[in-house]
Each structure stands twice: as structure tokens, then as C-alpha cells.
């Protein structure tokens, strides 16, 4: 009970740290496989933020060469555009161009845009897509001013490489809860700054493109801060509030769990696959003693032997008066002696369906003949499942020889033992 108990935890234990192994090479392979994909993934970032710094730029060059109407003061809808105009005034009707550049920011933002609007610096009107009503209780000349100047975005058409647009930080919208970015780009004309043009970025749109792309990918970057491996970049014109990305350890575990294990038990699998078949071409299934085919051209190479040829005594009576099942089951049992007569490194091959032969290393003659007539004793010592079973035994010791003339000399010796009243020992 102790040897069974000892052998299920040495099983154990071995299956743990090949499971172990296993995860180790799962999750450290998944792991680079993630780290390599952030880098990726902060490319379709900058990607998707530089598609809007294009678009609000292109929005500039629109409203530079867009004509206007005279309004008076009042709320228009054009093109599904609202426009709050405060006192009559000549305006620039944007719509045309507001709309084209929400269809373009749309789909690259998956339609996470909040608003876009277009504040004049005059404040007379102001152009909104959706119309908030947070707008038009905190923008007013002062403010419009204030951001430009904030922002850093003061005389930007003086600048040939650097930003000429600024994406805010993360704030909470007033009245709504959402959580916003927005790009601001001002728009000049003759050194005048004209316009201030706003687009709003629901926050949102950074999770859903790591959504996107980790489903895509299979991977499992997290904009989380306890990470195992992280990397924090500002993203295109942001001075504030970098993207965090990395890979939690905890995901990372839950995730490659399985798959190690499957590949463990997929292992384990095709090791057994290969243990049996290669039994199966070097061992004989009944006895498993070595096969013939198998072990027959490595006595080939040899030239020293100590041989033993087994027969079993008048098996074919026995096949013939209690049947071939009865017959395999003396076979099993005369071998099963056998093998408690030799020693680990000694050679056993069931040579036909009851002759057996046996090779020995670092044996002299006189042991081998000891141990031919333990073998003999062994196997007559008591019945066989109620039958007198005995073995003739053939043998030889000899050097500087070939097998077949060894084989010959130890067959001879079977031969005489036979027919000198079996279950006895010849060693020549």
C-alpha cells in the first residue's frame, strides 16, 4: 500500500512540473506575443488621432473658402447642423463641411465622436453637431480666448513642424457625465485667429479600439495601471493623461491555464502513442520478451555469446488437448520464471511460439550454466495452472564468433537435450 501510495505522488508530482513547464512556455510566449502587439496597437492610436488632426485640418482649409449669408439673431438648423446665431451677423454656413468631417471622424473612431463645434472669435454665432446645452452656458469670447491661449495654440500657423492642434486632457462633461478628450484646432486667417474648432472625443474610443483589436489579435493588453508589464505614452499633440497599456498577470494566468494544461495532457498523449508503438516493434505482446524480428540483427553485430535456447517441453500436446488459449497461458507463465531468474540487463526474446532465447553479458561459462539449470528448476519446481510443465535447454559460451555458428551450437545443444528426456540443461 505504501509502494501504491509513493507511486501516485511521484505521478503527481511529475505531472506538476510538466504542467508547470508547460504553463511557463505558454505564458511566456503569449506574454511576448502581447508585448509585441502594444506596439501595434499604440501605431493604431496614433493612426486613428492623426486621421482627426488630418480631417480638422482639411475643416480649416473648408472654412477659409466657405461663402456666407446674412442672420439674424436666433437658432437654424442646416444639414442637421445647429447654428445659435446672438446678434445679426454675415456667417459662414459650415454644415456641408461639419458633416463630411463627422463622416469621415466617425468611422475611424467607430462613432464615439460627442460633438463638433465651431466657435467664432466674434461669438456672434457658433456652429454645434449635436446642439449641448452645456455650450452655450460655458463658451463666450473670454472663454474661447482663454483656451486658445491655455492650450498653447496661439499664432499655430507660425509653426511648420510642431503641433498646430492640441488634444486635452480627460474631463467630466457638465451636466452628462461623460467623459470627454477634445481636439481643438484654431482656425487663422491673415495671422487672425477666425475660428476655433472643437471636436469632442467620447473617452470611450480608446477602450473600444483595445476591444477591437485585442478580439482581432487574441490578445489581452489592459489600459489598466497593476499591470505585469506596462508601457505609458502621450499621444500625438497631448501633454496630459498618457495611454496606459500593458498585461495584467492575472488575465494572463487565467488565459494560458488551459491551453498548457491541453498541451500537457496532449503530451503526455502522443509520449504514450510513441512508448507503445515502439513496444509494440521491439516487444512481443504476450510474453513481452523482445521480438525477433527486433533483436535478431544485433546478435548479428556481435561476437562474443552467452546463449540460452528454452523449448518448452510436448507444448504441442498441451495446445492440442486444452486448446491454444490454454496454450498462450503456459506461455505467459514459463516466461514470467524466466524473467525471475535473469537480470535487468539480460537479453529475453521470444524466439518462435515456445522457444525462447536468452543473452548474457559478463557471464562465465560455469555461471551460465548454473543459471540455464535455476532456469529449468524454476519452471518445473511446481505446475502450471495444474500441468507438469518443463523447458529443454540449449547453450553455448563462446568468443570470436559469428551468431549463426553460435546459434547452430546452442540449437545442437537444445537438440541433445531433448532427446536425451527433456527438461534438463546442455551447455557446450
Known amino acids: 500500500m505504501i509502494i501504491t501510495v509513493n507511486g501516485f505522488f511521484k505521478k503527481n ?21 502581447n508585448i509585441f502587439n502594444i506596439n501595434k496597437l499604440q501605431k493604431q492610436y496614433v493612426a486613428t488621432l492623426e486621421g482627426i488632426y488630418s480631417g480638422a485640418r482639411r475643416f480649416g482649409s473648408f472654412y477659409n ?48 465622436i460627442w460633438t463638433i463645434a465651431v466657435f467664432e472669435t466674434s461669438s456672434h454665432y457658433s456652429h454645434f453637431d449635436p446642439l449641448r446645452s452645456v455650450y452655450l452656458k460655458i463658451y463666450d469670447h473670454i472663454v474661447l480666448n482663454s483656451i486658445v491661449k491655455n ?16 488634444l486635452t486632457d480627460i474631463y467630466e462633461e457638465q451636466g452628462t457625465n461623460a467623459i470627454l478628450r477634445t481636439v481643438y484646432y484654431p482656425i487663422y486667417n491673415n495671422k487672425k485667429l477666425d475660428a476655433l474648432l472643437a471636436i469632442d472625443l467620447n473617452n470611450s474610443v480608446f477602450k473600444n479600439i483595445l476591444d477591437t483589436f485585442n478580439r482581432k489579435q487574441m490578445t489581452i493588453i489592459s489600459m489598466e495601471n497593476n499591470n505585469l508589464y506596462q508601457r505609458s505614452e502621450l499621444l500625438p ?75 518448452i517441453d510436448h507444448f504441442k500436446k498441451v495446445n492440442d488437448t486444452y486448446g491454444h488459449e490454454m496454450g498462450d497461458k503456459v506461455i505467459r507463465d514459463v516466461t514470467k520464471r524466466i524473467n525471475h531468474c535473469i537480470r535487468k540487463n ?29 532456469i529449468c528448476d524454476a519452471i518445473a519446481l ?47
Open 346 to 374: 539480460d537479453i529475453a526474446i521470444r524466439w518462435g511460439g515456445e522457444e525462447f532465447m536468452l543473452s548474457f553479458n559478463n557471464i562465465t561459462s560455469h555461471q551460465l550454466t548454473k543459471k540455464a539449470q535455476q
Open 151 to 166: 492650450e498653447g495654440l496661439k499664432d499655430t500657423y507660425q509653426s511648420f513642424y510642431g503641433c498646430n492642434i492640441k
Open 382 to 428: 511446481y505446475p502450471i495452472l495444474d500441468l507438469d510443465i518443463t523447458v529443454s535447454i540449449g547453450g553455448v559460451s563462446t568468443t570470436n564468433t559469428d551468431f549463426n555458428d553460435a546459434y547452430k551450437a546452442a540449437d545442437q545443444a537444445l537438440y541433445y537435450s531433448k532427446n536425451n528426456g527433456r527438461n534438463q540443461v546442455t551447455i557446450v
Open 237 to 311: 499633440c497631448s501633454e496630459v493623461d498618457p495611454i496606459h497599456l500593458g498585461i495584467n498577470f492575472y488575465t494572463l494566468l487565467k488565459i494560458t491555464f488551459l491551453p498548457s494544461l491541453l498541451l500537457m495532457l496532449l503530451y503526455l498523449s502522443l509520449k504514450k502513442l510513441i512508448i507503445n508503438k515502439n513496444f509494440i516493434l521491439r516487444y512481443d505482446q504476450m510474453t513481452h520478451f523482445y521480438r525477433r524480428d527486433y533483436y535478431e540483427n544485433k546478435l548479428l553485430n556481435q561476437h562474443d555469446f552467452n546463449l540460452l535456447i528454452i523449448d
Open 13 to 33: 508530482v511529475l505531472q506538476l512540473k510538466l504542467f508547470t513547464v508547460f504553463f511557463i512556455i505558454c505564458s511566456s510566449l503569449y506574454l511576448m506575443y
Open 65 to 112: 473658402n466657405t461663402g456666407t449669408v446674412n442672420l439674424t439673431k436666433g437658432q437654424y438648423i442646416f444639414n442637421n447642423v445647429s447654428v445659435i446665431v446672438n446678434s445679426p451677423v454675415e456667417a459662414k454656413i459650415l454644415s456641408k463641411g461639419i458633416n463630411k468631417l463627422r463622416s469621415q471622424i466617425d468611422k475611424l473612431t467607430d462613432n464615439h
